[in-house]
Structures are given as structure tokens and as C-alpha cells.
């Protein structure tokens, strides 16, 4: 008998029982890859991830990251919520204030902004454009009117974890969407590799989100750290949110499902570095042991 000690944390909010949770398996040396998609359909969240030793000596540790359906190269909030269990069990140095997580898209680095609670943040990896999609399809597929949608293309994009953007004109359009497998039929190839929804409207705070994710047997994820790098991306494409230095916004996801979850976007960092940076609170509520 195997004891396969894990860590449950609720990612992008400081009240317990909100945000997106999380699994977190201390070790998972012990664990055969099979076995880790088994518990991780086990566990039915969101995701679940495994830490390892990493084999890059620059990196704190290796992840390895599962929806209940597949292993993911990168994602956000486990992404964040584990790099909250290291520094919560000083398997990094609170006054680091970097460090990284290696990962099978590669190399993450992570900033901790001080503060009680700590931020944590991660900057998105390099970003891919993809297909766009014809607007009429995709409001049939999220079952909303036409003239729900902006006038901005949908269009795919890629940090790892490969997303259709559809912006909507407000938040009770983004409330009545709903994508599931046969939405998502109509608006995938059949050569075409999965992946997720993302609809969202304009807010005074930055954006109003929601993400389906059938494919991946989330049918809707509370906090998409994967995606909202993109998300600034496709906002600033589209003139959507303002194009400013260091601009930040928060996209609030999750809470139409009851899960509401707080996601900041940093538009370059303090020191002026170009690139787009995901961060938010992590709150721990439960700890455990799997006997296998």
C-alpha cells in the first residue's frame, strides 16, 4: 500500500470554498503516469497536479498536470496553487520573491508580490494565433443571439492550452452562453485538436468571463489562468481594453457557477519588460491522504 499525501486550495480568491480548486499531490515520484490520470478523474476537479523533482537544476520542481480527461502541458491556476503549496510548506524561501516550475510546455517563472495574503504571479508563455471562426456559428454553438457578439472576430489562441475567444456586448450574454459537446462539434474540425471556450464582456474592472471546457471533461472551469494571458492578448488586439504600459485589470470568472474567482493581468512589469503576467490570492482549506 502506497500513502499519497495531497493539499486541496481554492486558486485566484481569499475566501475559502470560492475560486478554483485544487489538488496537489506533495510527491509524485511514487505515481505511474496512468495512475496519476486515474486519481486526477478520482479527484474530479478542474485539474490535479503531481510535484516531482525537477530535472532542470534552475527549476524548484516538476509539474505534471491533469483534467480528469488528459495531461495538460501548462495551466494556470495549478500553476499558481501549487507554487502556494511550496512556499506554504518552505519548499521555497518566502523572500525569493522568484523562482521557477518546470513544466511540459516548459520553463514558468513565478514573482511573489508580498502581502498578506501573498500574490502570486506567473508570466504567460509565448502566445500563437490560430483560426478564426465565422461570429453566426459561434453564437449558435453558445446558443445566444448574433447580435450578442461584438463586432470583434472570434479567433483561437494558444499559450499552451489551445482557446476560442468570443467577445460578447454584456454580461447577461455571457450568463445565458453555454457550450457543450454538441456546441462544441459544430465548431471543431474533425482533424482539429480540442479545445476550450472562452466568452467574456467588457467590465470597468477589465472583463466578465466564463470558459467551457467539454473536451477536456470540464464542462466549465471556475478560473482559466491559461487563458486570460491570452485573453489580454485578444483585448488589446481589439482595441477592447485600454493599450497602456504596466496596465492591469481583473477578469472575474467562475461566478455564474457559484465559484467566484479574481484573475489580475499585469500588461509588462515593474520594470518595463514587455510581456502579459497572471496572478492571484491562493486560500488553503484541506489536506489528506490517498491510500493506493
Sequence with gaps: MVMLRYRIVDVFTTEALQG???????????????????????????????????????????????????????AGHPTIGTSFVLLDENQVSQQSGSFFLEEKIGNIQIWVEQGEPPMIWLRTPPISEGRVFDRSLCAQALRVEPDDLLDAQPQLLDAGNPTLFIALKNKEAVDRALVDSQGMMSLRDDEAEPFCVFVFAQTHEGAYSRMFAPDYGVPEDPATGSSTGPLAAFTMKHDLLPRVTNARFISEQGTKMLRRSLLHVKIGDDTGTVGIYVGGHVTAIAEGTMKL
Design 20 to 74: 478554483n480548486s485544487l489538488a496537489v499531490f506533495t510527491d509524485g515520484s511514487k505515481i505511474d503516469p496512468g495512475v496519476m490520470q486515474k486519481i486526477a478523474r478520482e479527484m474530479n476537479l478542474a485539474e490535479t497536479v503531481f510535484i516531482l523533482s525537477s530535472e532542470d537544476p534552475t527549476c524548484t520542481a516538476r509539474l505534471r498536470i491533469f483534467t480528469p480527461r488528459k495531461e495538460m502541458a501548462f
